[in-house]
């Protein structure tokens, strides 16, 4: 059985800095990306950053970039959201997912709330 499990986020001000981590486990995830979507309440679930499993090619959302950063520890099963910088309009619920052509995972979320 496929599991995400994100752990981190919280609470920060404006200008600060969070980490939110997702532990993958249950199969191998060759030819999957892995990646991090965030949906707000009262709106639509959102792209946030993605890290190919193999070649490493991340992508990001225009509004974090140069401000977040994904990460991924192939020794672990592991991927890293680094988020700098944080401004009021990321607060939301960060899950984390995996997915290829044919398989779409996805984890429970974690908040991040940042204060003005």
């Known amino acids: 059985q496929v599991q995400l499990a994100e752990s981190g986020g919280g609470l920060a001000q404006a200008g600060g800095s969070l980490s939110v981590s997702c532990a993958a486990s249950?199969?191998?995830?060759?030819?999957?990306?892995m990646g991090w979507f965030r949906q707000a309440p009262g709106k639509e679930r959102e792209f946030v950053a993605a890290?190919?499993?193999?070649?490493?090619?991340?992508y990001y959302k225009d509004s974090v970039q140069g401000r977040f950063a994904i990460s991924r520890d192939h020794a672990n099963n592991r991927v890293y959201l680094h988020m700098n910088n944080l401004k009021p309009e990321d607060t939301a619920v960060y899950y984390c997912n995996a997915w290829s052509a044919k398989y779409d995972y996805r984890g429970q979320g974690t908040q991040v709330t940042v204060s003005s």
């Open positions: 249950g199969r191998t995830f060759t030819n999957f990306a």
């Open positions: 890290v190919r499993w193999s070649g490493g090619v991340k």
